[in-house]
């Protein structure tokens, strides 16, 4: 079933990721915090290693039949994020979070092992949900990742699956 989505869905799709990465570095013990700051949107401490993170979210919700769509990231999202993180001393992370069909997945890896991955094109970079990749991902020990299922059992114009 076609989803129409809000005018405003982009922002609070972006705002909504923000806030789940937060709440799955702090249920895991980081000390985490929102800044808005141009470049990044979280600073945490891992406390496994003690590093300290700057880390910009990209959101994107997929409409049905886009659900493997590649996630561009424009080249100046690198540059301002360096820049953010070496003002605070820490070190610069991407988390992505995809909302596609039934199932939101949520990663975060360092900036340099993103670049590795998808090297600077020549106006962006990128990241790609296709199942091969979304499966390498799993495997990658660089990439920390998780995923929710979810169900809309009841709501306006929608059948439950």
């Given at each position: 079933m076609k989803i129409n989505k809000s005018t405003r869905h982009s922002r609070i799709a972006g705002e909504f990721g923000e806030a789940m990465i937060l709440y799955w570095l702090s249920k895991?013990?980081?000390?985490?915090a929102f800044v808005d700051h141009t470049g990044i949107d979280i600073i945490a401490r891992n406390p496994n290693t003690n590093e300290v993170m700057g880390i910009s979210v990209k959101s994107r919700s997929r409409s049905e039949g886009a659900e493997e769509e590649y996630i561009t990231?424009?080249?100046?999202?690198?540059?301002?994020?360096?820049?953010?993180?070496?003002?605070?001393g820490v070190v610069p992370y991407f988390a992505i979070v995809v909302d596609a069909g039934n199932i939101i997945r949520g990663y975060i890896l360092s900036m340099d092992h993103l670049l590795e991955l998808f090297p600077n094109r020549k106006l962006a970079s990128g990241w790609k949900m296709n199942k091969s990749?979304?499966?390498?991902?799993?495997?990658?020990?660089?990439?920390?990742?998780?995923?929710?299922k979810t169900e809309t059992t009841n709501w306006w114009g929608v059948k439950a699956v």
């Open positions: 895991y013990g980081f000390e985490c990231i424009p080249n100046d999202n690198f540059t301002k994020a360096e820049a953010a993180c070496k003002a605070f990749y979304v499966e390498r991902y799993s495997k990658d020990p660089e990439i920390k990742s998780f995923v929710f």
